[in-house]
């Protein structure tokens, strides 16, 4: 592994992401904030700070680039009520029933040297249980240390991986190390 293969793991096992990002075009943040007001272009308006006529010119496409001032309520706005929501919802959804996906590139080991179960870097995707999910969110929301939140996602990826859900190999201890990118989906 280089120098900048270890840089880019490090930057990408700092970003855990659970949601998908909010809108970024003027259009889609105004279309978005604009069904958070109940389809009101007045009251858009008025939270946003400018004319109805704005809000309109916006939404129908007329205006694309808005001033610096819009761009930041326009922002402001859309990540005050995208995020909670969103990360709401997900966060219920994966904790009761539907779990995680979780992809990566790590090094997994856990075996000698020599065997078919040996450590070497693996690309997995799996489907963590509605448990493992509430744990990693729960670490998450505790403000959890990067450190822990790995320790959470590999014994995740250890138990439906490696040790099919308990049974199989249930006392296997798996090594979860040099993860160069990971992906969290709900």
Same mark, same amino acid.
């Given at each position: 592994?280089?120098?900048? *293969? ?127 999910? !509430? ?6 929301? *505790? ?7 790995? *320790?959470?996602? !590999?014994?995740?990826?250890?138990? !439906? ?15 979860? !190390? ?9």
């Amino acid at each position: 592994m280089t120098a900048d *293969d270890v840089q880019r793991a490090a930057r990408t096992r700092s970003k855990i992401l659970f949601t998908r990002a909010a809108p970024k075009s003027a259009r889609a943040q105004m279309k978005f904030l604009r069904t958070r007001e109940k389809g009101s272009t007045k009251t858009l308006a008025e939270r946003l700070g400018v004319s109805r006529k704005t809000v309109q010119r916006y939404l129908s496409g007329a205006s694309t680039k808005p001033n610096k001032q819009l761009q930041e309520a326009l922002v402001q706005e859309t990540e005050s009520e995208w995020q909670p929501q969103v990360r709401a919802r997900a966060r219920q959804r994966a904790a009761s029933s539907g779990g995680l996906i979780i992809s990566c590139r790590a090094y997994f080991g856990f075996g000698p040297e020599g065997t078919s179960d040996a450590g070497r870097v693996r690309d997995i995707m799996v489907a963590v249980t509605p448990s493992h999910a !509430a744990a990693i969110i729960a670490a998450q929301e *505790d403000g959890a240390t990067e450190s822990d939140l790995h *320790d959470a996602v !590999a014994e995740a990826i250890a138990d !439906a991986y490696f040790r099919q859900g308990g049974c199989g190999r249930a006392g296997l201890e798996v090594k979860f !190390a040099d993860v160069e990118w990971l992906n969290i989906a709900f």
